[in-house]
Structures are given as structure tokens and as C-alpha cells.
């Protein structure tokens, strides 16, 4: 994350590399957002920059029992200066009356697959969603038309136990219309070549963790959901 110029910070990942991905406007003017599971808060400063009133939200990254604490958060918000708003709430628990109301652009990136009953939560977001869902998630079972979902009952995916479902496209997509949604769609998804090329290219530089099979039958695609 850039909080001044010049001033990156390193992290272990780049969200910079995603945010095209999200096929957002370059301007949200008027608009609120409510971005769950913010963590550092990369996603929430870039909506205010684009105009929008923020509220970001997270839980398990804040609280010290997931991958850090909300002083990341609270670091950055000053650096870049942000108006920001934070909330505490476990995503499960969202709702009009937890948190104000309802938003015209909700963020669940990276936030679908940790979470045990992922219907639920669908139903929850869908809840206080008055416009537009973006979902970025992790997909699996790419090869299979049919709607169906990959279950981790331990550490299958990325050797980490939050990992729980990796539905596919068609899976995902019913989800989500079961959900209350509308007009669902995925916006962005890499085509089995590209897959497999990048399986190669990290295969080339021994950077890759994944088998052929497991580089092809998954991946990380982004939806919308409108209401």
C-alpha cells in the first residue's frame, strides 16, 4: 500500500494487482461503500479516493485470532489521511440495523471462501445491498459445468485452515441469485490457457506451489450481484 509518495509498504501482497479486476467506475461520487473484511484497509481508502463515503468492517483480521491485528488499519488511515469509518463486526452478524443501513456498492473480496456457511453470509451481504455486490473469490472444480463446490475440511487449500469452499462459476453464480440477487454475472475469470500458462511460468521459476491439476481447476474470479 502507498501511503505517501514514495512510501510503499512492502506486505505480502500486492491488491493493486486486483483492483482492475473489480470492473469498478473511476468515480463513486455520492456514493457509499461498505467494504467487508477491509483487513489493512487497501480496498476502503482507494473507494474514498474515488469519491465514495466508506465503511470498512472486518473481524478476524482485527482482532489478533487471524493474520494480524486492526493496527494496520489504523496506521494507514492516518497516514493517507482518511475519513474512513470502522466497524468491528463479524461478517455473519451484518445487517441494516448493525450497520446503519444499506450501501449502494458492497465489497466481499477474499472473504467468501473463509467463512464456513457461505450461504449465509451471501444472505447477509445481500441484506445491505441496495445496488451493487462485487465478489472476489476463490473458485475451484473449473473443469465441472454443473454447480459444484470444493470442500477443505482441513488444510487443502494454501495450507491454511480458514480455507473451508471453493465453489465453481455455475455455483456461484446460483448462490448468489438464491441469495436475493438479480442480475449476476462474472466479470472477470482466466481462461484455462491462460491457467495453464501461468502454472508453467511459476513452474519455470519455482515459485509455484500447486500441481497442473489443481493449477487448472482453480483459480481467483470476481462477480456482480446487483440487487
Given at each position: 500500500?502507498?501511503?505517501?509518495?514514495?512510501?510503499?509498504t512492502?506486505?505480502?501482497?500486492?491488491?493493486?494487482?486486483?483492483?482492475?479486476?473489480?470492473?469498478?467506475?473511476?468515480?463513486?461520487?455520492?456514493?457509499?461503500?461498505?467494504?467487508?473484511?477491509?483487513?489493512?484497509?487497501?480496498?476502503?481508502?482507494?473507494?474514498?479516493?474515488?469519491?465514495?463515503?466508506?465503511?470498512?468492517?472486518?473481524?478476524?483480521?482485527?482482532?489478533?485470532?487471524?493474520?494480524?491485528?486492526?493496527?494496520?488499519?489504523?496506521?494507514?488511515?492516518?497516514?493517507?489521511?482518511?475519513?474512513?469509518?470502522?466497524?468491528?463486526?463479524?461478517?455473519?452478524?451484518?445487517?441494516?440495523?448493525?450497520?446503519?443501513?444499506?450501501?449502494?456498492?458492497?465489497l466481499?473480496?477474499?472473504?467468501?471462501y473463509?467463512?464456513?456457511?457461505?450461504?449465509?453470509?451471501?444472505?447477509?451481504?445481500?441484506?445491505?445491498t441496495?445496488?451493487?455486490?462485487?465478489?472476489?473469490?476463490?473458485?475451484?472444480?473449473?473443469?465441472?459445468?454443473?454447480?459444484?463446490?470444493?470442500?477443505?475440511?482441513?488444510?487443502?487449500?494454501?495450507?491454511?485452515?480458514?480455507n473451508?469452499?471453493?465453489?465453481?462459476?455455475?455455483?456461484?453464480?446460483?448462490?448468489?441469485?438464491?441469495?436475493?440477487?438479480?442480475?449476476?454475472?462474472?466479470?472477470?475469470?482466466?481462461?484455462l490457457?491462460?491457467?495453464?500458462?501461468?502454472?508453467?511460468?511459476?513452474?519455470?521459476?519455482?515459485?509455484?506451489?500447486?500441481?497442473?491439476?489443481?493449477?487448472?481447476?482453480?483459480?481467483?474470479?470476481?462477480?456482480?450481484a446487483?440487487?
Amino acid at each position: 500500500m502507498e501511503l505517501a509518495p514514495g512510501v510503499r509498504t512492502p506486505g505480502i501482497y500486492d491488491p493493486s494487482r486486483t483492483l482492475p479486476r473489480l470492473g469498478l467506475p473511476a468515480r463513486l461520487d455520492g456514493l457509499s461503500v461498505l467494504d467487508v473484511g477491509a483487513w489493512d484497509g487497501f480496498y476502503s481508502f482507494e473507494m474514498e479516493r474515488r469519491g465514495a463515503s466508506v465503511l470498512a468492517t472486518d473481524s478476524y483480521c482485527w482482532d489478533g485470532g487471524g493474520w494480524g491485528t486492526k493496527a494496520g488499519f489504523d496506521l494507514a488511515r492516518e497516514a493517507v489521511s482518511s475519513q474512513v469509518r470502522d466497524q468491528w463486526i463479524d461478517p455473519l452478524d451484518l445487517s441494516p440495523e448493525a450497520v446503519g443501513g444499506t450501501f449502494d456498492v458492497v465489497l466481499l473480496l477474499g472473504v467468501l471462501y473463509h467463512i464456513r456457511h457461505p450461504m449465509l453470509l451471501l444472505e447477509r451481504v445481500r441484506s445491505v445491498t441496495s445496488g451493487l455486490l462485487v465478489l472476489e473469490t476463490e473458485v475451484g472444480m473449473l473443469l465441472t459445468r454443473r454447480p459444484a463446490a470444493e470442500f477443505f475440511p482441513n488444510t487443502e487449500l494454501n495450507a491454511d485452515g480458514s480455507n473451508w469452499w471453493a465453489p465453481n462459476v455455475a455455483a456461484t453464480l446460483g448462490m448468489l441469485r438464491s441469495s436475493g440477487f438479480s442480475e449476476v454475472d462474472c466479470v472477470w475469470r482466466r481462461g484455462l490457457p491462460l491457467r495453464a500458462a501461468k502454472w508453467a511460468a511459476r513452474m519455470f521459476a519455482k515459485e509455484h506451489r500447486l500441481s497442473l491439476t489443481k493449477a487448472l481447476t482453480t483459480d481467483r474470479f470476481v462477480f456482480h450481484a446487483r440487487v
